[in-house]
């Protein structure tokens, strides 16, 4: 059945590969609004952007060359057969989208076995560590990190091998080794914890400093909680905890690596089931494996430094909502015995080897590809513009926290100044709001949070953790029911799961696992800032809506001591928190003009007469009133704690090629006010106005949002 497979493959590739194709490799640079990593027609291109090809020939031809992107984004390069790697230079305040999600099903042009649909990312330091000389690359993870089939008896890490074998080829003057770490039964906590026995754990890579590290784990989290019979909602909770544990456990695993080892490049695998293969999924599973695959998608997209995804799963088999199947299905070892039922097949891992090199930037021409391509064409490069960082503006205690100068936290402008804080207990915290509201003109695709932090005296492990909560609630409460649309209350910065968790099946209980220990200089960390899917009745698949600006003024960081907490504080042990902020990746709509030539008159009747000039494509017109004693102050009242109004949708009426508003005695009353006009185009307010210095009025003070 292999032979066959392969043999198809090739006449597929021959009759790919006639005289008539050139030999390139070709794409765009795009940018990619939606953050899905698939240009649309509505996507505008990105020219000038250096794209380099580094690799060797067949002939043996060093290659190495830049192309920029032209006027439509498109590149190209001539290349014969060869090995090669390829990226693209991310452009000042952009960030590659990398990934593609489910979504591409047979059926679909270029979807051949075993290389699928492409989904071309890249690295960011490869081509660079490559040319220095030595090259160190290992795979952590569990049994699929480490190429375990009871139907393919073969070499450890095979794959991985492969791929190791792939890079040599485009830098055959490098010293290239592999480091197979990954070991069979690891759970994600098994990544926080130094037992000395392994280097499969976050301590241990850092001691080693490779260059390339790829990671495949989360599977043995939820391996066996399937139920016998229907779920229950204890079942259900059960999943819940084990994702929310394991994605605490990846985002500090992955955070301390990209710290830890600066000249590393990772890429992390998603995910395939084994209760949720070949299309025959559980009424439990199914509705939770591409909330894993999400979940690693956001962990990767969201740190400091980005991280490759080795898009595996989508590939192998993908169930949608209403059981729509898709996928190379059949890949999964069904014996001997029934024993396995979980791993790959040795064609499956074929599959795994060349998603892992698309995710490292690889492209093969010739024989030595998968599907025997002369040519690549279609390689396609999104990216998401950082368009604004948001900081907070509030702070406060919880429990019995104590912190020095806690306004540090909120300012980016005083010279690296911290808050520090001391958490004596369990409860303790400390937690920074107030985030901007009102850049309604942002669509927003993605949104990061992160902090910039240190730590003085003795910290342990469980000492501390940082977390972000798009509405302030953290945690739902004890005897919560859980569902795959709503369970995500928190977004995990800093810290594991800690120490027995999660609670309904503790794979550590005695190990203190929470967070890296001391930190003594100044570490950025950051994560995607995310909330629940969205399953629309009668949809296939989940709806992941961006946070909307309301979200994140309602979003709040904290610093907390866990209520696992074993380790008391010394009282030099402190956590400094430099900043904590929020960026916003989309793209930006056009403001409206300000309202101009405001007029504004009481009439014999008491009413009050508002008017102005219309503009053009506004659908509602807001006015804001505030007193002219703070005015004269220097000051503006006018928005939530205003002593009038506002009107946000005021009733407007033509008059003489004006607008006019008239306003009943009782509101406003009073003559101690200013007014301003403000017009709402396609969501999108307008300035409220302008000071003398020609700045404009503090936005903050505009609600009608």
Known sequence: MRLTAVFTALWIASALAGPSLAQEIAGAVFEDRDADGVRDPEEEPLPGVAVRLRGRADSGAAVDRVEISAADGSWTHPAGAGCYLLAPEDPPGWRFTAARADGFVEGTPGYLFPAGHPRQSKLDQAMVRLAGGTYLYAGLGDSIGRN????????????????????????????????????LGEHTDDLLVDDGLDSNNVFAMIARQPQLISLSMIGNDLLGVEPAGPPTQADVNRVAAEIIDARRNLQEALSAMVTGIPGADLVLNTLYDPEADDCAST????????????????????????????????????????????????MICRGPLMLDEIHPTADGYAIIREKLWEAVGGVSLGPGDALGRASRTGAAFGYLRRVRRLLPAAHRTAGGAAVEDP??????????????????APGDAFLVSGFPDWYDEIRIARAVVGVRYRTTGVMDHDAYRIEASPDGEFDPGAGFDYSPTNWNFVTPIVGGGGPGRPLENPDFPEARILAMPNVPAYRDVSATLTGNPVLSPGAAEYAWPAPD?????????????????????????????????????GWEMERPPEVRSLEVARRADGRLEVSFEPIPGADRYALYFGTLTALRAGAYDHGAGAPHGP??????????????????????????????????VQDVESPSGTRSDGAEIDRSQSTCR
Request: some cysteine; aromatic content about 6%; proline content about 7%.
């Open 148 to 183: 375990f089939s009871l139907c393919a008896l073969g070499q450890a890490f095979d794959y991985s091998e492969q791929v190791l074998a792939r890079l040599r080829c485009t830098s055959p003057s490098a010293t290239l080794t592999f480091e197979g770490a990954a070991m």
């Open 283 to 330: 009424e439990l599973h199914r509705p939770w494996l591409p909330i894993v695959n999400r979940v690693l998608r956001d962990l990767a997209w969201g740190q400091v430094r980005r991280i490759a995804i080795n898009e595996v799963a989508a590939e192998f088999a993908h169930e949608d909502q209403e059981g729509g199947c898709a996928g190379f299905t059949g």
């Open 407 to 424: 306004g540090a936290a909120l300012d980016d402008r005083d010279g690296g100044a911290p808050a520090r804080i001391l958490l004596a």
């Open 549 to 585: 600006p309301a979200d994140l003024g309602a979003t709040v960081v904290r610093v907390a001591a866990p209520g696992q907490r074993v380790s008391p504080s010394g009282p030099g042990d402190r956590i400094e928190l430099d900043q904590v902020w929020i960026d916003l990746y």
């Open 647 to 680: 009107i946000c949708a005021a009733p407007t009426e033509a008059a003489g090629g004006r607008l006019r508003v008239i306003i009943d005695p009782s509101e406003p009353p009073g003559e101690d006010l200013y007014v301003l006009a403000t017009a709402h």
